[in-house]
């Protein structure tokens, strides 16, 4: 019997990678012990029991960013998150330990290094994060989740992905997805999203500029965020919800989509071949728009300003595309070829080679 520590959270991004390896896991072997090691403050913390596995906890210790009271208290702090680690494992007879990311992920790799133990980083964004920079250094394996993303000795294994995504066809469910909205199967879909809180942005553009859509001869299927209070038209052709829990649904129905590019999006978006328009956010280090940067190459995507994007813009710039169905069936072939829904697969092949070198 194996038994994996996946270490991260904190976050979707880096939770949802992390239950995509867990399930696979458990599928392959049931009687191998998969443990998640995360904090208690993070989203893992809901979710990790949910999808019924143990969460070892580890305590939450933020890097300094200057020098005052924490950064004085961190060396310290951090020695006692790298023996809690040691401890687990120890505990548990971990064979392997795998991280992707966040506040979990930096004692683990330190601990599990000390312990003797073999450790794989996954990192989800082309921007890497401060954990996983240190630790590509001494791991067995890195996998990146994008082309060109700075870890060393790195290799591209594409995002584990959610099931429903990964199982997804498209063609067989668009009848399905048409119904679920009120949509017209028969008709091109433009799907506006900007991801889980949704994007104040997005809505704003699309709520100066959904008449010009439709008469493009297109229908809208816009989610708008759970706590947005855009007001809904009540048109035919126009679908505005506010929360989408079948989004294989919602990607089933779009012909082009216009959507914010984080790590998940673009992951899912490019392993499904549909065209986009992303608008990266603009606040954070970037990583947004660096997560699009593979596709918008391939000729999958293309990059569209946050600070200049309104009713104007889509006006300018998204109506036109929506008439140029050449140009579009040209996105799509590229899209068809800039992802890959073995992420997880690949993934596993790399805690699989640094089990057989340990």
């Known amino acids: ?22 399930d696979a896991l458990r599928e392959r072997v049931p009687d191998d012990s998969v443990l998640v090691l995360g904090t208690a403050e993070g989203l893992e913390s809901r979710l990790v029991p949910e999808r019924g596995y143990e ?36 505990r548990h007879d971990i064979d392997v330990v795998v991280g992707f990311g966040g506040y979990a992920s930096a004692p683990a790799y330190v601990a599990a290094r000390r312990e003797g133990v073999p450790f794989v980083v996954h990192e989800a964004n082309a921007k890497p994060g401060l954990a996983n920079v240190l630790g590509a250094r001494r791991a ?43 949509l017209d199967a028969q008709r091109p879909v433009l799907l506006v ?41 009540g048109v035919d052709g126009y679908a505005l919800r506010r929360y989408v829990d079948r989004m294989d649904l919602a990607f089933a129905l779009a012909d082009l989509i216009v959507s914010r590019s984080g790590s998940a999006t673009v992951s899912e978006i ?9 608008v990266p956010y603009s606040v954070g280090n970037g990583e947004q728009r660096l997560n699009a940067a593979s596709a918008v190459a391939a000729g999958a995507a293309e990059l569209l300003d946050d600070a200049t994007f309104d009713g104007d813009a889509v ?32 993934v596993i092949t790399l805690i699989d080679r640094a089990l057989h070198a340990a």
């Open 55 to 90: 969460l070892l906890i580890v305590d939450k210790v933020p890097f300094p960013r200057r020098p005052n009271r924490q950064a004085a208290a961190f060396p310290g702090r951090f020695r006692r998150a790298i023996a809690q680690v040691r401890e687990h494992i120890r």
């Open 270 to 278: 490019s392993a499904l071949g549909i065209p986009a328009l992303y």
């Open 315 to 346: 006006r300018r710039i998204v109506v036109p595309l929506l008439g140029d169905q050449a140009r579009i069936d040209r996105m799509a072939a590229a899209a068809a070829t800039a992802g890959t829904r073995n992420g997880t697969e690949n």
């Open 1 to 22: 019997m194996t038994s994996y520590l996946l270490a991260g959270g904190g976050t979707a991004g880096h939770v949802n990678p992390l239950l995509a390896v867990a």
């Open 140 to 182: 067995a394996a890195v996998g990146v989740a994008f082309e060109g993303t700075p870890l060393r000795g790195s290799e591209v294994v594409g995002m584990p992905l959610r099931r429903e995504v990964i199982a997804l066809d498209r063609t067989a469910a668009r009848a399905e997805a048409a119904e679920h909205f009120g």
């Open 193 to 233: 999203f900007g991801g889980s809180l949704g994007a104040q942005r997005l809505n704003e553009a699309l709520a100066d500029s959904w008449q010009d859509i439709l008469a493009a001869g297109w229908q809208l299927l816009h989610v708008t965020g759970e706590r947005s209070d855009l007001a809904d038209p």
